[in-house]
């Protein structure tokens, strides 16, 4: 299945998320909501999980850099979208779990070229791919522990361990790119105008997924954690 030739048109007319082939079979999957510094609506999720289910397919894509555009990488989950009746319940559950999944069983390197914010959810989304590489001005950290709703503590010990993982899961402080570096998380930092440039190389050294052990399972038990708080004591009967 080759689907190249179609990228430089836009998934959906609304676009939200963009997809581009580089070069040498790289491609750029960028997310594009600048206006909502890339915050992760029920929309973005669905159209990111239908663009990696195409190009995990497309032969001619060997690796893809994940990025943001305007100020942030990603600025996490919408928050004004949480709530409401039972069918945005189940479709803030679904969409989750399809972007993770979608992620988590790419079966080609995913680099991460992260400028700006990279906070919560965006924080999250940057560790499911292989590689991060930030630009000098990047920032992480989980702010919404300080409105009372947990971080990914289980996610974050498996690349930095217990203390580290608990210090920046319950402070809710920022974590500058260069602490990211110093620890291994982040692999390479680069000026904000080549960052690309060397995600794009990274990509091309790149030949297998690099995703720690356990972070399925990780997933698996935020996604059970998420189900149970949006649905308390209830049963989905549909596979969620």
């Known amino acids: 299945m080759h689907l ?8 959906r007319v609304t676009a939200q998320v963009v997809v581009k082939e580089l070069i040498d079979g790289c491609f750029e ?3 594009n909501r600048p206006e909502k510094r890339n915050a992760l609506s029920i929309e973005v999720r669905e159209e990111a999980a239908e663009v990696f289910q195409r190009l995990a397919e497309d032969e001619a894509c060997t690796a893809v850099v994940l ?6 990488f990603c600025a996490g989950m919408d928050f004004t979208q949480f709530g409401g009746g039972p069918g945005n319940k189940v479709r803030l559950l679904e969409s989750t779990q399809a972007l993770f999944t979608s992620l988590l069983g790419f079966p080609k390197p995913i680099i991460a070229a992260v400028h700006g914010a990279a906070v919560g959810g965006g924080f999250a989304l940057a560790l499911t791919c292989d590689v991060r590489i930030a630009s000098e001005g990047a920032f992480f950290g989980f702010f919404e522990v300080k409105r009372g709703i947990p971080a990914f503590f289980d996610l974050v010990r498996l690349f930095v361990g217990e ?3 608990r210090d920046w899961c319950t402070t809710g402080r920022r974590i500058e790119a260069a602490e990211l570096l110093r620890l291994g998380v982040v692999k390479r930092m680069a ?6 440039d060397e995600a794009i190389r990274e990509a091309g050294e790149t030949r297998a997924r690099g995703l720690p052990p356990g972070i399925v399972s990780v997933f698996a038990e935020e996604h059970l954690r998420f189900r149970n ?3 308390p004591g209830e049963y989905m009967g549909k596979g969620i």
């Not at 190249?4 to 998934?11: R, S």
């Not at 990025?67 to 942030?72: D, F, K």
């Not at 000026?191 to 690309?196: D, E, R, Y």
């Open 29 to 31: 999957v960028r997310l």
């Open 191 to 196: 000026p904000q105008g080549s960052l690309m």
């Open 4 to 11: 190249g030739q179609y990228w430089h048109m836009p998934i």
């Open 229 to 231: 708080a949006l649905f």
């Open 67 to 72: 990025s943001g555009e305007g100020p942030a």
């Open 163 to 165: 203390e580290v993982a």
